[in-house]
């Protein structure tokens, strides 16, 4: 017999899979985090505040905002045991993959007791864990936080021994704030599927990472930087995205399932990317070569970049090494991620979809020498 059944589009695409009050993308280009316009978050939130507000609901006062920022500090340390096994991966390991396995192990090793504290622990140890992602594996030492750096700033110092200048810093913190929540992209489904089997948020945020990792998601801001790399010129532009169509090739950092006219955190860092460069009186080519694969791509397919293509000139500029960008963007999403695991939960219900089955059926088993 065969029963009622809701068929959805492919890749779930235009489907509410849920009530959420965390955050909304929408195709005119908008985007809210908890009530609040993105524009109105990066003109005037730091990340600490942002994340608070993605995790809470609210704003925080001046002393829930000292405790939380004490409460992410005081739980970085990584333990010795955590950087064992990542240096045993050994130096050819992804960095997400390195990322991934250390939460797993965290869950085993930390002691935190209340799910508040393991989620904390998390949001706290990741951006450790990505800033040595690479570092550790390649036999090298950990480099660890600061105190009185803020979480951005440390994050930075951590990745880069390079010195960034004051707006440069900002800009950083803008963009782990673009990171940190995005309705119910894949990585964020995801954790929410493993937080509806009731699994620890360790599993959640392992699952996150793995979902991350791949190109379509987590992985394109990397491989938008190596495509800016490689077409170098601008004056190439042209005809590189005409050979890309041709080829059938999708070009990274473009196209999303939500915003079709354009990524409003797109927009805002292509402005900062603009800016860092005019501030600093260095040659624009990045920004040109940037701007101009853009307007190739918008005459010809009508579609936008999206946050990770201008993502990877800003962290380029700031002098972190292309394969910590994925990393990066694990290290704000976390906090998202919590937000979903929380809501979740909290309304929880299994998430156990239905298929359609359309193979055959009846066959009859032969035996293995009648094969
Ligand atoms: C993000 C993405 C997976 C969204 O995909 P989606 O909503 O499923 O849309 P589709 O992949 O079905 O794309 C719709 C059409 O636009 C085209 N398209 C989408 N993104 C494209 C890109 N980056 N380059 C070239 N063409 C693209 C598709 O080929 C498709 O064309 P068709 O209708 O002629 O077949 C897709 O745009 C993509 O792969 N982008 C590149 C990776 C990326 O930057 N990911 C980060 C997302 S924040």
Do not use: Q
């Given at each position: 017999m065969t029963e009622a059944q809701y068929k959805v589009p492919k890749g779930l695409a235009g489907v509410s899979v849920t009530d959420t009050r965390i955050s909304k993308s929408a195709s005119d280009g908008s985007l809210v985090y908890r009530g609040y316009p993105i524009s109105e978050i990066a003109a005037n939130a730091g990340f600490e505040e942002t994340a608070y507000l993605v995790l809470n609901g609210r704003l925080p006062t001046r002393s829930e905002l000292g405790t939380?920022?004490?409460?992410?500090?005081?739980?970085?340390?990584?333990?010795?045991?955590?950087?064992?096994?990542?240096?045993?991966?050994?130096?050819?390991?992804?960095?997400?993959?390195?990322?991934?396995?250390?939460?797993s192990a965290l869950g085993s090793v930390d002691d935190e007791r209340t799910v508040q504290e393991k989620e904390m622990s998390i949001e706290s140890k990741m951006s450790v864990l990505?800033?040595?992602?690479?570092?550790?594996?390649?036999?090298?030492?950990?480099?660890?936080?600061?105190?009185?750096?803020?979480?951005?700033?440390?994050?930075l110092q951590m990745l880069t021994p390079k010195e960034a200048s004051d707006f440069d810093r900002w800009v950083f913190e803008r963009v782990l704030i673009f990171y940190m929540e995005h309705d119910m992209n894949a990585s964020s489904f995801t954790v929410r599927v493993v937080a509806s089997t009731q699994a620890d948020p360790y599993a959640a945020a392992s699952a996150g990472l793995a979902s991350l990792k791949g190109p379509l998601h987590g992985g394109a801001n990397e491989a938008a930087m190596e495509m800016l790399l490689d077409v170098k010129d601008p004056s190439k532009a042209a005809k590189f995205v005409d050979s890309a169509i041709e080829d059938g090739r999708k070009l990274m950092g473009f196209g999303h399932r939500v915003y079709k006219a354009y990524d409003p955190?797109?927009?805002?860092?292509?402005?900062?990317?603009?800016?860092?460069?005019?501030?600093?009186?260095?040659?624009?080519?990045?920004?040109?070569?940037?701007?101009?694969?853009?307007?190739?791509?918008?005459?010809?397919?009508?579609?936008?970049p999206n946050l990770d293509y201008y993502a990877a000139p800003i962290f380029y500029l700031l002098g972190i090494e292309v394969p910590l960008y994925t990393p990066i963007f694990a290290a704000a999403r976390v906090f998202g991620w919590m937000a979903h695991y929380n809501e979740q939960v909290e309304e929880n219900k299994l998430i156990r979809p239905d298929s359609t089955y359309v193979g055959p059926s009846g066959l009859k088993y032969a035996p293995i020498e009648k094969r």
């Open positions: 939380f920022t004490r409460g992410l500090l005081s739980r970085s340390k990584v333990d010795r045991r955590i950087f064992d096994i990542m240096r045993g991966l050994g130096k050819g390991s992804h960095p997400i993959d390195v990322i991934r396995t250390a939460v990505a800033a040595n992602s690479r570092r550790v594996p390649r036999g090298e030492a950990p480099r660890g936080p600061k105190e009185g750096l803020g979480f951005a700033a440390d994050l955190r797109a927009r805002l860092c292509k402005g900062y990317l603009k800016e860092m460069l005019e501030k600093r009186g260095e040659d624009d080519t990045l920004y040109r070569l940037c701007d101009a694969i853009e307007r190739e791509m918008w005459e010809r397919k009508k579609i936008p």
